[in-house]
């Protein structure tokens, strides 16, 4: 397992515009054949290109683990139908009022953890699409829990102002030992500078060195 930094459009927010499970890299329509190479092979994964709603802020409108793949609302049709030929996973939609999903839901094989702004009646929704248990849960006060949250299944990160008894419980349900971290040179929101699965991290290129030393730890590049 290891570590890369890549910035996508110029950009470090590398988690913005792509998502990532064990087999596949989504990146968005018209993306550089190149780069999404880049990007697979960095992850050890295929890659497919797709649009959520019509954009390619693919990484807040989707949820994805190597079960399941949840869409927000305003996904359209055919969005939906080239995921699920394209992929096998098991796709659907959350009918929640929020579509920036992956601000708000933070998975991995094992469990998730959802912002309390989606209510409670999309809990088994969630848990039967994906096969996980799920909590409802803030991070730091925040209702973005998957903004703020990164995991895998071997490790993963949590906003450096979460509080001890969250880090513990998110944890828990993820199976996993969470450690607070930033991201490209001091930003919290972790999701958005971070692609992670099993096999590999690809990190925004305003990554530090200390915060490369701590991704390293928390999720066990070295083990």
Same mark, same amino acid.
Request: charged share 20%.
């Given at each position: 397992?290891?570590?890369?930094?890549?910035?996508?459009?110029?950009?470090?927010?590398?988690?913005?515009?792509?998502?990532?499970?064990?087999?596949?890299?989504?990146?968005?329509?018209?993306?550089?054949?190149?780069?999404?190479?880049?990007?697979?092979?960095?992850?050890?994964?295929?890659y497919i290109f797709t649009s959520v709603a019509n954009t390619r802020l693919l990484g807040p409108l989707m949820?994805?683990?190597?079960?399941?793949?949840?869409?927000?609302?305003?996904?359209?049709?055919?969005?939906?139908?080239?995921?699920?030929?394209?992929?096998?996973?098991?796709?659907?939609?959350?009918?929640?009022?929020?579509?920036?999903?992956?601000?708000?839901?933070?998975? %991995?094989?094992? #469990?998730? $953890?959802?912002? @309390?702004?989606?209510?409670? &009646?999309?809990? +088994?929704?969630?848990?039967? !699409? /994906? =096969?996980?248990?799920?909590?409802?849960?803030?991070?730091?006060?925040?209702?973005?829990?998957?903004?703020?949250?990164?995991? %895998?299944?071997? #490790?993963? $990160?949590?906003? @450096?102002?979460?509080?001890? &008894?969250?880090? +513990?419980?998110?944890?828990? !349900? /993820? =199976?996993?030992?969470?450690?607070?971290?930033?991201?490209?040179?001091?930003?919290?929101?972790?999701?958005?500078?971070?692609?992670?699965?099993?096999?590999?991290?690809?990190?925004?290129?305003?990554?530090?060195?200390?915060?490369?030393?701590?991704?390293?730890?928390?999720?066990?590049?070295?083990?």
């Open positions: 397992m290891g570590i890369f930094k890549y910035d996508v459009y110029r950009n470090p927010n590398v988690g913005i515009y792509a998502k990532c499970n064990d087999k596949f890299v989504f990146v968005p329509n018209g993306f550089a054949t190149t780069k999404a190479t880049n990007l697979a092979e960095f992850l050890k994964t295929d949820v994805v683990n190597n079960k399941g793949l949840l869409l927000p609302r305003n996904c359209l049709e055919e969005e939906i139908s080239h995921l699920k030929k394209s992929t096998g996973l098991n796709v659907d939609i959350l009918e929640t009022k929020h579509t920036a999903i992956g601000n708000l839901i933070c998975t %991995n094989d094992v #469990g998730a $953890v959802m912002s @309390p702004l989606i209510p409670t &009646e999309y809990v +088994k929704k969630v848990e039967d !699409v /994906l =096969g996980v248990e799920v909590i409802r849960r803030r991070v730091a006060g925040y209702h973005q829990t998957g903004a703020m949250t990164v995991a %895998n299944s071997k #490790g993963g $990160v949590i906003h @450096p102002s979460a509080e001890e &008894e969250d880090i +513990k419980a998110i944890s828990q !349900v /993820l =199976g996993i030992e969470l450690e607070p971290a930033t991201i490209n040179g001091g930003s919290p929101y972790l999701c958005s500078g971070i692609l992670a699965n099993n096999n590999s991290l690809v990190v925004g290129g305003l990554t530090n060195g200390p915060e490369l030393v701590m991704l390293t730890k928390a999720f066990r590049v070295e083990d």
